[in-house]
């Protein structure tokens, strides 16, 4: 994407593992899917091999480590393995992995309902002009299917007929923003703006912006949270300028098992996504380059947390680990 739109059918366990690590899919929640997905053809898969039980823990210890930052690939995986490891039929497991699809889906919904309180609050104090919200990378249906996280109250905003316009920024090195969520947009037919990652303090600076939505691929018990890199930046303009930041995540995105985000891992990819353009040097190619995918916005620049259960201030989430 952009150029083409390909529906690419993922038939083995291995396929599942390529399609993650060069991000033919990609985002949060459809990592989560793409690990329960793959979970389940590696336990089928593992019936005609000499050494079952080997070959599945391999494969899925594989799709686990195929991108560290995002929780919800292991939280997928855990959640099918938890049902071969309890001795359940193959057809039952599978029936899991659908359920799990479908709570997502629903989720992403809820997070949207939620999140569009706050754009139709800002509408009314805004009055006629449209509602500037500022995003970045995608965090769309590309991403989580269907409604995707920070561009549900969108698409909610847009059906309840609330004039709405997105600022997406751009998302170097692999242009999420420009590729994939102006994408949707177009598509959609919701008013947006691309810009370049670089001008979003200015916008944010300069009144263009009424509030900040982002994903996030990780999220510690503190609130901290890891998305896209640029994300820490966007947040840190947002809070210098008085504009609410906000974060648009399912709950399989909250990481409860660590206290801050000093321990989720960021993730650094090839040097190559920098370097090159569709094959063409972009910067000089003798250079070093450093290529982290994500950083981590700490919990005081964040005003609150939409998820599929309302919407918390980071302190806040501790409660919702019931
Ligand atoms: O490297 P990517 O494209 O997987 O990064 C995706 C993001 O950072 C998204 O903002 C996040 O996963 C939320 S997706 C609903």
Redesign the pocket.
């Known amino acids: 994407m952009p150029e083409q739109f390909v529906i690419e059918r993922i038939k083995t366990s291995d396929q599942m593992i390529t399609a993650i690590k060069d ?1 033919h899919l ?6 989560g899917l793409a690990g329960a997905y793959g979970t389940f053809l590696a336990f089928r898969e593992s019936f005609s091999k000499p050494e079952p039980e080997e070959y599945y823990e391999t494969k899925i210890n594989q799709l686990r480590n195929c ?1 560290p ?2 929780v ?1 690939l292991s939280w997928g995986v855990s959640k099918i393995d938890s049902l071969v490891k309890a001795g359940l039929e193959l057809a039952r497991i599978l029936a899991g992995v659908k359920s799990l699809e479908r709570n997502e889906i629903e989720a ?1 919904k809820n997070i949207g309902g939620n999140g569009f309180a706050l754009i139709r609050d800002i509408s009314n104090i805004v009055g006629r002009r449209p509602v500037n919200i500022m995003t ?5 249906w590309l ?2 299917i269907n409604y ?4 549900a109250p969108v698409f909610i905003a847009r059906d309840e007929n609330i004039d709405v316009h997105v600022w997406v920024s751009e ?1 170097r090195p ?1 242009n ?1 923003g420009g590729k ?1 969520t102006a994408w949707e947009y177009f598509n959609e037919n919701i008013s947006h703006t691309v810009i370049s990652d670089n001008s979003c303090g200015h916008l944010l600076k300069n009144g263009m912006v009424d509030i900040v939505i ?4 990780r999220i510690a018990k503190n609130g901290d949270t ?4 640029g ?1 820490y930046l966007k947040a840190l303009a947002a809070k210098d300028n008085n504009v609410p930041f906000y974060i ?2 399912p709950m399989s ?1 909250i990481d409860f098992s660590i206290k801050s985000g000093k321990d989720i891992k960021i ?1 650094e ?1 090839d040097e190559n996504e920098m370097k090159y353009m569709n094959g063409v040097p972009i910067i000089y190619e003798l250079s070093p380059v450093l290529n982290h ?2 950083d981590i916005t700490p919990a005081e620049l964040i005003t609150g947390i939409i998820t599929d259960r309302g919407i918390y201030k980071p302190g806040e989430l501790l409660r919702l680990n019931l």
């Open positions: 991000m990609r985002g949060a929640p459809l990592l991108r930052t995002a919800n992403c970045h990378c995608n965090a769309g991403a989580a995707g996280t920070a561009s998302t692999l999420q994939l982002t994903g996030a691929d890891a998305n896209k890199i994300t648009a995540a995105t993730e990819r995918a994500f």
